[in-house]
């Protein structure tokens, strides 16, 4: 089969479309033909060999952590799917990836793709899904009637959690630039801040239940959405290079999010696909032998929105 893997860590010009062996499932596992992959950032962070303690791999590794496909050979003591099932899931971190034409899969982290949208394009969902999901309500613990800020609402993360906080009852405001606040408002934001000329601290005037930070801000910026935050409430934080900001005085947490896999989450994320109520927005479609291409985009700032990646058809 074809894959997109590095030998060594580094650059993009690390990355080699290449031939390799097609993988067999062991126990527990499936080998899923893959639709489509998506770029994540953590994944240049992993060439860039950034992320080696939390995220050792064996190399040469394929990145790619997010997966849509069908499943085409089950290992031993699989149950629940069947060759032929249209299927999505995130990956682990430190196995190979599915920017490839196959890959394999633990069977527990799958959820069965949604029929609504393209199956390739649920490749956009399962990482930025699960990001949004985990952040609002394992560690918000969102209930309506809340205020949520969605701080880089413009972003792959924040499409999601904005339509994920609105569908729950919340009042939601988003910052987002010129380029992002149709899509943002689209999505069901109540108040749009335009963080190009607004400070978030000078829009937000009344407190609000949960800060939501997906944007590599200022130290201090990030700093300030404490204050934001009613007493009791909470930030949640995914980039998690700069420490979430805490208020212990008023019960304020500052809470380093971690996405991990979850296949029950998946399986709402996709009834609600499904159902209407979430809408998958994918930038841009890009054929696997442009990865090195889009990797060398990605660390030049150039890559807006959710990108999937697509391994040659048959």
Sequence with gaps: MKAVRFHEYGDPRVLRYEDVERP???AGEVRVRVAATSFNPVDGNIRGGFMRGPIPVVLPHTPGIDVAGTVDALGEGVDGIAVGDDVI????MNGDGAAAEYVLAPAA???RAPKSVPLADAAAVPVVGLTAYQALFDHGELTA???VLVNGAGGAVGGY???LAKKAGAHVIATASPRSSEAVTSAGADEVVDHTTT???AAVTEPVDIALNLAPVDPAELAALATLVRPGGVVVNTTVWMPAPSDEERGVRGIDL???SDADQLAKLVAMIDSGELHVAVTERMPLTELPALHTRAAEGGVHGKVIVVPPAD
């Design 24 to 26: 067999l499932p062991g």
């Design 89 to 92: 899931g995130f990956l682990p």
């Design 109 to 111: 982290i799958l959820a």
């Design 145 to 147: 009637g809340q205020r």
């Design 161 to 163: 959690a904005v339509q």
């Design 199 to 201: 400070g978030v601290t």
């Design 258 to 260: 971690f996405v991990r």
